[in-house]
């Protein structure tokens, strides 16, 4: 005879249970009232919810444009397997899961909503489910549960368990133990709170501290784009009636501006408690980073409510002070490079700023966007947060320090967005990353290099007479392209212009038989789609950039047996582009600048100009019949991709191994 099946949680189940849940009566009535006391009113999923997608692999591991490729699964789908079957045989961890995720992505709302499936009862008959928000009475409401053997246990919130700060091991021993008696039992955490993982024998997470104990640990996937799209939808729903209203023009107005805003959230818009404040983020209309700035602030004014109930009569900081102190906390660990700050640590910053220990006094965990470690180390909720205050600090002129800032590329568009970039290249670390906006949409990455002085030429005497006499040139600061212009960048110039190109190659690869003239034209046409002044760069810009730093004949030293790593030339290219990219990348973080394909320059050649060459910005002789090239190609031996080999052909010739890369003329602002 077959079992029985058994059915514990499904999304169809949702649409009746809102309707069940108001016919409550009698004990049920009454545990409906406990968990809206000790977790949230079931109301406010009504209509809301959305079934979220679990996955083996934590999610922060995860490249962001490769959060889809992760293996998901439907989450109730996944749960009612693990609820399914009977008791273990033995006592080894494989009945108890952990669910991880970072702040906001909805642990307790799927550990509500399974539990709220139970108190309508949809679940099967003789099966029990108890849920509690993990504190210190948890281990005696849990001993005092009756027919554990037919009960599923939900643990919530272990990173908001007073008992797990700083004894993590300890408690998940103590709650493991606790719960080995019952049919399953699900735990949730903040992944950033929990013990580190390692690989069991099939490549699953598996905690390492918990010797004995082989429990599964699942991570809650950030929605996809279709679940925003859904969760929107339902956010602000267009009704039959609207129409009759002459609302409906409205409604959809609102869904654009947020699909709008939700773009410049990237992979924060995926998450479900963000999503909650849409409609106050637009009835605010916020706008680019605005919306980071509003959901800050509220989150201090919700702080800065529950100090001054709990201090009455006491002198408590307003939110612009807490603003500052929060803002102290993210420059030290950025400054640290750490995403984490000790206790130790915070007290030398209180000392400095008073207003910085009101912070141990907030309410951390939930919709915190500070939250404690295991080890009571503080943490933002998700990094984004961390740079929008940096971001912030910079725009403001309120960073403790002057040394300038390690910049992400978050941090560097939250500050384009704001006041634009090039005002506040002062106080940022470079070589970075311009944000997408500067390339048009097109995809091309330009790296931002502040000036400076050099030794341009054969520093190691061994090339021809023309890189020579060896002499000291000073830059202002530019950007120049992360890779060579490949043909997918390049024919998109072609469509819109009508302009013929049938090099050999395309998609990812760069470019090829493109005159100079071409590649100038190409120039002109991308500054007018972005309003940037696009060029090519000249030849002592191009030398500087390659060296990154560097006086050795290529970026990374004098061992021509590293070359291969760095570039593709004669001896390893097959006698074909590659992908851009491929190859390391030199010290400032540009690709492809030895081989590959020889660079068009924007300077006039004149095998005599080294030794007249002006020492500040050199932009060429005044004329000539050749134009620079630079970097060696694919068919090239070592010597002519070293740094300082020069070549040149006449502006409008091409070739199967020449194509070109993009500089940026800077605005004349301070600090360039």
């Keep these: 005879m077959a079992l029985e099946v058994l059915s514990f949680v499904k999304p169809a189940w949702i649409k009746d249970l809102w309707k069940r849940l108001t016919q409550l009566t009698g004990e049920r009535k009454q545990e409906l009232d406990r968990l809206r006391d000790e977790f949230v ?31 998901r699964q439907p989450a109730f789908e996944r749960i009612n397997e693990f609820f399914q079957g009977g008791l273990p045989l033995e006592k080894d961890g494989r009945h108890q899961m952990f669910i991880l995720s970072d702040a906001g992505m909805g642990k307790t ?155 410049h959230m990237q992979d924060l818009r995926m ?56 803002l102290r906390i993210a420059e030290r660990m950025q400054r640290q490079g750490t995403r984490v700050l000790s206790e130790d640590e915070l007290k030398q910053l209180i000392r400095a700023d008073a207003n910085i220990a009101w912070l141990e006094q907030f309410e951390l965990g939930g919709r915190s966007l500070l939250n404690r470690n295991s080890d009571r180390a503080f943490r933002f909720s998700h990094y984004t947060v961390q740079e929008f205050l940096l971001a912030w600090g910079i725009v403001q002129k309120q960073l403790a320090e002057q040394t300038p800032l390690r910049a992400t590329d978050q941090l560097v568009r939250f500050v384009d967005l704001a006041d634009g970039i ?48 060896v002499h000291e040139v000073e830059l202002d600061s530019f950007a120049i392209g992360r890779y060579p212009v490949t043909f997918a960048e390049y024919d998109v110039f072609c469509e819109a212009t009508g302009k013929e190109n049938r090099g050999w190659g395309r998609g990812q690869r760069s470019v090829i038989n493109v005159s100079w003239d071409d590649a100038v ?18 030849e002592a810009e191009w030398e500087y950039a390659c060296r990154a730093g560097s006086e050795s ?75 620079v090239f630079r970097g060696g190609s694919w068919g090239d031996s070592p010597l002519f991709v070293r740094a300082a080999f020069r070549y040149w052909y006449s502006p409008d010739n091409r070739s199967d191994d020449l194509g070109f890369r993009l500089a940026l003329s800077l605005p004349p602002v301070r600090g360039l």
């Design 521 to 538: 034209a190409y120039c002109q046409w991308l500054s007018q789609e972005t309003g940037h002044t696009y060029r090519l760069p000249t």
């Design 109 to 263: 709302s799927l550990l509500l909503m399974i539990k709220l499936m139970h108190l309508t009862s949809f679940w099967p008959k003789g099966h029990g489910c108890a849920l509690f928000k993990l504190g210190k009475d948890t281990l005696e409401r849990v001993q005092a549960l009756p027919n554990k053997g037919g009960t599923v246990l939900l643990l919530d919130a272990l990173d908001e368990d007073p008992q797990a700060w700083k004894r993590i091991r300890d408690r998940l021993l103590e709650l493991l133990r606790a719960s080995e008696d019952f049919r399953r039992v699900l735990i949730s955490s903040r992944t950033q709170f929990f013990p580190e993982m390692e690989p069991d024998r099939f490549g699953r997470p598996e905690i390492r501290v918990l010797s004995g104990y082989h429990c599964p640990v699942l991570y809650l996937s950030p929605f996809t784009d279709a679940q925003v799209q859904d969760f929107i939808e339902r956010k602000l729903p267009l009704h039959w009636h609207h129409r009759l209203c002459f609302q409906a023009g409205k409604i959809r107005d609102e869904r654009a501006k947020a699909d709008c805003l939700l773009k």
């Design 553 to 627: 004949a290529w970026c990374f030293g004098d061992d021509e047996a590293q070359l291969q790593d760095y570039a593709w030339y004669g001896k390893n290219s097959g006698n074909t582009t590659h992908p851009v990219g491929e190859k390391k990348a030199n010290a400032w973080g540009l690709h492809d600048m030895h081989g590959n394909v020889w660079e068009w320059c924007a300077d006039w050649y004149n095998s005599g100009y080294y030794a007249v060459s002006p020492k500040g910005n050199p932009i060429g002789p005044e004329k000539g019949s050749s134009r």
């Design 41 to 71: 009113d079931p109301e406010t999923l009504r209509g809301l919810y959305i079934e979220p997608f679990l996955q083996d692999r934590n999610p922060a591991d995860v490249q962001q444009d490769d959060l889809l490729s992760a293996a």
């Design 422 to 469: 090039f005002r506040h290249v002062d106080q940022i670390a470079l070589p970075c990353l311009l944000p997408e906006s500067f390339g048009g949409g097109l995809g091309i990455k330009m790296m931002l290099i502040r000036g400076g002085r050099f030794r341009m030429g054969d520093i190691q005497g061994n090339g021809s007479d023309d890189a020579r006499p």
């Design 271 to 326: 998450r479900p408690m963000l999503l909650q404040h849409i409609d106050k983020l637009l009835a605010k209309d916020c706008r680019r980073q605005d919306w980071n700035t509003y959901t800050v602030e509220e989150w201090l004014d919700r702080e800065v409510r529950k100090l001054r109930e709990q201090h009455q009569g006491e002198q408590v900081p307003e939110r612009k002070e807490l603003f500052l102190a929060c």
